[in-house]
């Protein structure tokens, strides 16, 4: 079946570091690709998208890149802020035979001042 | 308001009481999903909901959890017999999904209910 698997966290990282999030996927067909975070005490929300194969998808300095022939959609930013401080999930959605979302076990990100 | 609403947003109950989870999507969103998060846990799919047909119910964990969407709009999560296992935060979501292949299929999701089985 269809599976998302993310590098265990929790990450620490100093301010202005640079960051990376792997995320690799299983799936059949052409998923769409995202990326959601939680912010402390908040709700999930979506940070960036990717709907076909070599598509990057950006927002608030995240970038990721949807990379078939490696399955992968990893996250990344030049520059990391205190602000960054969250959970960040990736996910895949089918689009066919229905829209069910896989998400995977969530990254833990804390930026040290 | 515009966004995702679930009611009740914490719940207390003792064990083998039956609880109903409330969900209001955003007007006019077609799909609707229900996940669980529990302590330190990723998002565990249960339920997901085409208008109010669910074409996938293979995330709900036993018999006693059951789901039900009517007008297309409002969804009830239904827990019957709680164990404490089921202590979680519920979250639903919504998105404007259709019913053909498209890719971008934004989640919107609520605030979620605090589960709380004692």
């Known amino acids: 079946g269809d599976s998302v698997t993310q590098m265990e966290g929790p990450v620490t990282l100093s301010e202005e570091a640079f960051l990376t999030i792997n995320c690799t996927y299983t799936?059949?067909?052409?998923?769409?690709l995202f990326w959601y975070v939680q912010y402390p005490g908040e709700g999930l929300q979506l940070l960036l998208k990717?709907?076909?194969?070599?598509d990057k998808g950006s927002n608030k300095g995240f970038e990721a890149t949807y990379r078939k022939e490696t399955t992968s959609f990893h996250l990344e930013k030049g520059s990391v802020q205190v602000s960054d401080s969250a959970v960040y999930f990736c996910?895949?959605?089918?689009?066919?035979?229905?829209?069910?979302?896989?998400f995977g076990a969530g990254t833990r990100l804390f930026v040290k001042a | 308001g515009a966004g995702v609403s679930q009611s009740p947003s914490n719940k207390v109950t003792e064990k083998g009481k039956d609880v109903e989870l409330r969900c209001d999507p955003i007007?006019?969103?077609?799909?609707l999903y229900w996940y669980r998060q529990s302590l330190g846990q990723g998002l565990e799919f249960l339920i997901y909901?085409?208008?109010?047909?669910?074409?996938?119910k293979s995330g709900l964990p036993s018999d006693r959890f059951s789901a039900e969407r009517t007008g297309g709009s409002v969804s009830t999560l239904t827990i019957q017999r709680t164990q404490q296992e089921d202590s979680a935060v519920y979250l639903c979501?919504?998105?404007?999904?259709?019913?053909?292949?498209?890719?971008?299929?934004?989640?919107?999701f609520g605030p979620g209910t605090r589960l709380t089985v004692l």
């Open positions: 799936a059949t067909g052409y998923p769409s």
């Open positions: 007007s006019g969103h077609t799909a």
């Open positions: 996910a895949l959605t089918r689009n066919t035979g229905g829209f069910k979302t896989i």
């Open positions: 979501a919504s998105s404007s999904g259709g019913t053909s292949g498209g890719g971008y299929n934004e989640q919107f």
């Open positions: 909901f085409q208008g109010n047909s669910a074409p996938d």
């Open positions: 990717a709907t076909k194969a070599d």
